[in-house]
């Protein structure tokens, strides 16, 4: 008779923080969404603490708040998407996850870093800025290798992402460089974050948005076909390239030369698109509003010119920047983020209740920035009414967090 000497050796168990991990790295939008939330959240509740005169920070509101925006928080999040849908729309192989995970890491740290310097040290802020810069240099560089390597014809929508990725670049190298104190510093830091807003970050969620939301549509309202103008985002990125030329070197009421062309551009966009509303779910109606808040942000803004014209003791605050920012940017966050994050776990895309909630809170909570904007010239509530807007958002997001954040943690 013969014996099975084989030793009955149990298999090894990996930690649980190894399979957490592969779980989490398994796909590019968990690493980089929940980052994104994450730090949204934290600088906004900087944001508050300083406005409420709870800590003090030694910077400047154009770096704690506006840059922390621009070159950290919104990007983080659309790179997320953008690591899965660039190379489907180009039919390229997926990302591997050793490299985006290599590219989160340093994401991480340089937001981080920026974070915890602005509250302690601020002398080092730029160190993590130079950081987060070689971050979005890598991931230029990847999306446009992969952009260089797609055989397909059409290139149009990932060309536009890529012009305005390469124009966040050198917002971002200007921004760091009016950093340090000389005659100009100033204008090129006013330059670099116009720039950042408008080239950067608008000009890449629009080329997503005027790709994705049609196409999502199609899904959902079967027959739809969308009609959108041939050259659409090379009108508008040359308008807004005007128009960052404007804010930087003419007077506020310069801006109607551009603002004019961009409200009737993209309002007639609109129009021409015919989006179903009333015959999509809430997952859908959502980013439809979040695109009519640009028309809605550009005619303040031509508003706004003509007051500086007329009144130009009347203060708009910002207003429009804030407009597009939480209307248009953070309700195709939220409505993407929640689309992405079911839809990549298995679920079927849907905005409950719950989702629903938060959406509509959202647009109440635009409409009370706005005010809040122009409360400048009448009372004391200025104050009061920012810090109680960045509270409810703070609020929202959290709430958001609670369900779609833990998704995302899981990982698949």
Not at 75 to 102: C, D, H, N, S, T
């Amino acid at each position: 008779m013969v014996f099975d000497q084989t030793p009955n050796v149990p298999p090894v168990k990996k930690s649980g923080f190894k399979v957490w991990y592969k779980k989490f790295s398994s796909q590019p939008h968990q690493p980089f969404f929940t980052s994104g939330i994450i730090f949204f959240i934290l600088f906004l509740s900087m944001f508050t603490a300083v406005y409420s005169g709870l800590i003090n920070v030694d910077a400047s509101v154009l770096t704690y708040h506006a840059y922390s925006m621009i070159f950290v928080v919104f990007i983080q999040f659309f790179l997320g998407f953008l690591f899965v849908v660039f190379p489907r729309f180009l039919m390229q192989a997926e990302i591997l996850p050793k490299v985006y995970m290599q590219q989160f890491q340093l994401y991480l740290l340089s937001s981080l870093g920026v974070l915890l310097s602005l509250l302690f040290f601020s002398e080092i802020t730029v160190v993590f800025q130079l950081i987060m810069f070689v971050a979005q240099v890598l991931s230029f560089k990847l999306l446009f290798e992969i952009h260089k390597k797609s055989l397909m014809k059409v290139k149009e929508d990932t060309k536009w992402v890529l012009i305005g990725f390469a124009s966040g670049l050198v917002a971002h190298l200007l921004f760091i460089i009016s950093s340090f104190d000389f005659n100009y510093s100033f204008l090129i830091n006013k330059l670099a974050l116009n720039a950042g807003f408008y080239l950067f970050l608008f000009m890449i969620i629009f080329a997503i948005s005027q790709r994705m939301i049609p196409f999502f549509t199609t899904a959902k309202a079967p027959g739809y076909v969308v009609n959108k103008t041939k050259n659409i985002l090379l009108y508008v990125y040359v308008l807004l390239a005007l128009k960052v030329l404007v804010l930087a070197f003419l007077d506020t009421a310069f801006n109607l030369l551009v603002d004019i062309p961009l409200f009737i551009l993209i309002t007639r966009e609109l129009i021409k698109w015919k989006l179903p509303f009333f015959k999509v779910p809430a997952i859908m109606w959502v980013l439809y509003l979040a695109l009519y808040w640009i028309p809605v942000a550009f005619l303040l803004s031509i508003v706004e010119s003509i007051m500086a014209i007329y009144s130009p003791e009347i203060l708009f605050e910002k207003v429009v920047v804030h407009t597009i920012a939480l209307g248009y940017f953070v309700t195709v966050l939220l409505g993407f983020g929640t689309r992405v994050v079911l839809g990549h776990s298995g679920s079927t895309p849907h905005a409950n209740n719950f989702a629903i909630v938060i959406f509509v809170a959202v647009q109440f909570i635009v409409l009370l920035r706005i005010v809040s904007s122009f409360a400048l010239n009448s009372d004391n509530m200025y104050l009061t009414l920012i810090n109680t807007t960045a509270i409810l958002l703070i609020a929202g997001l959290i709430i958001w967090s609670t369900k779609y954040l833990t998704i995302l943690f899981k990982g698949k």
